[in-house]
């Protein structure tokens, strides 16, 4: 990539993973007022969230932030994406949440179509800022760092990580139900099926982290003579 299209491009993968986070936290929002269980994650966050003074998307944030500490011990040191992620899935789902503009269906069959439709959006939402390379979340930077030190299937990772945020949430006071089963065992596989269809392969990716970003922009700098 010419340095002087560095920044340009990097404002478009800007945009672009902004807009997977409103769609994952669509999926969030829709997933709660389907009303047949919090996903494994909503479960903590809510859970933390009735034995805080934290709302749910700041309770997110937190916990991604420290989910952040751990992958940096790990040796994955934050990107652009995963700083983005910490914040706006926390802000889009409070404000999403607040907004009344969603209502729980009347029928048991379409709080299911809403429940599988959430599913979905989240992991289109989760694959569009991926494939940005720029950063993944922090729970998906957790998801491909122990995909690649455990050699191990990245939905099987997944599904451990889901199963595991259900126990802790539950016991927190989350709300766990059919939905959550669902989610726990639906999210993983549906992502690896995303990643085979568009040739994304977690364990060969290189994500471009905070300092890489950095250096890249005063390379750019220095070229364009400023």
Known sequence: MENSLYLKTLTGKVFKIITGLFIISLGNVLMIYAN??????GILHQGISLQTPLTFGQASQLLGLF????CSTLGSFPGIGTILNMYFV??????????????TPRTIYMQFVMLIFAIL???????????EK?????????????TKRCNLDMG?????MEVTAVVIGFLLGGKFGIGTIIAALALGPILRYLFKIFGYDPKKVKHEDLLETIKQIKSNKIDMGV
């Open 90 to 103: 926390g802000a889009f789902t409070d404000l999403l949440k607040d907004s009344h503009l969603f209502t």
């Open 134 to 146: 720029i950063g993944a979340g922090p729970k998906d930077g957790l998801m491909l760092i122990l």
């Open 36 to 41: 047949l269980g919090l996903n494994s994650w």
């Open 67 to 70: 989910i952040i500490v751990i």
């Open 121 to 131: 959006i989240m992991d289109i939402g989760m694959y569009l800022y991926l494939k």
């Open 156 to 160: 099987l990772i997944r599904t451990i």
